[in-house]
């Protein structure tokens, strides 16, 4: 069975400091690992995936996650934050099979001027 | 493109009413998806079509029906809906359903707002 634990419902950074938001998963097999953002009113937006290929995974607005299998982790980080990242962010696993993705409960970032 | 697109974004009913959400997307996908969602929680999965057949139902009420009628359009009829119905409900689409090996990737639409009054 596959699971996701965001470690922080909350985060709150300074504009212009690092982020870092917390993953850690559980899968039984080789999983797929996504970073999607929802903005205020808006849909879910794909950040960035991983898929077993390189472990540090680069997406949009600057915002990159390293897959780091022996501490089952896939920690989202950017090194400035900006306004427009104020956002709820979600980590999903995707396992092998017919299995629909599993999303955990969300982290609220916001960003302070 | 990666577009998946909804219509309306925004509808208000009453609980006697009998309206329709639709989902449409261009990329070739052969997997589409329903999913609710309430404020401040993660989307919840309702539906997925594959090649255009429902392959999982996650136990939704019958006061929601999907359809699919071709593999570009998604629909979620609603009937005797009830107030706590009221959410945003997402359309999703990817490559396939089975994700295997691939990473298949899901890409959601800005979503509907449903009220039911």
């Known amino acids: 069975a596959q699971s996701v634990t965001q470690l922080d419902s909350h985060v709150s950074v300074s504009e212009g400091t690092p982020v870092l938001l917390r993953c850690n998963y559980s899968?039984?097999?080789?999983?797929?690992l996504f970073w999607y953002v929802q903005h205020p009113n808006k849909g879910l937006q794909l950040l960035l995936k991983?898929?077993?290929?390189?472990?540090l995974v680069k997406g949009i607005n600057g915002f990159e996650a390293e897959f780091k299998k022996s501490e089952t982790s896939f920690h989202l980080t950017k090194p400035s934050a900006h306004m427009s990242d104020a956002a709820e962010y979600f980590c999903?696993?995707?396992?092998?099979?017919?299995?629909?993705?599993?999303f955990g409960k969300g982290t609220r970032l916001s960003v302070i001027a | 493109d990666t577009e998946v697109t909804q219509t309306p974004k925004h509808l208000v009913m009453g609980m006697t009413n009998k309206k329709s959400l639709k989902c449409e997307q261009h990329?070739?996908?052969?997997?589409m998806y329903w999913y609710k969602q309430k404020a401040k929680k993660p989307p919840e999965l309702m539906f997925v079509?594959?090649?255009?057949?429902?392959?999982i139902n996650e136990s939704v009420p019958s006061r929601f029906s999907p359809e699919c009628p071709n593999s570009s359009l998604l629909n979620l009829h609603l009937h005797a809906l009830q107030p706590e119905d009221s959410a945003l409900y997402l359309c999703?689409?990817?490559?396939?359903?089975?994700?295997?090996?691939?990473?298949?990737?899901?890409?959601f639409g800005e979503g509907s707002w449903l009220t039911v009054v």
């Open positions: 999703a689409s990817s490559l396939l359903a089975n994700s295997q090996g691939s990473g298949n990737t899901i890409y």
């Open positions: 899968s039984s097999y080789s999983p797929s």
């Open positions: 991983y898929t077993s290929a390189a472990t």
């Open positions: 999903v696993v995707s396992d092998l099979g017919n299995t629909p993705l599993v």
């Open positions: 990329m070739g996908h052969r997997a």
């Open positions: 079509y594959s090649y255009e057949k429902l392959s």
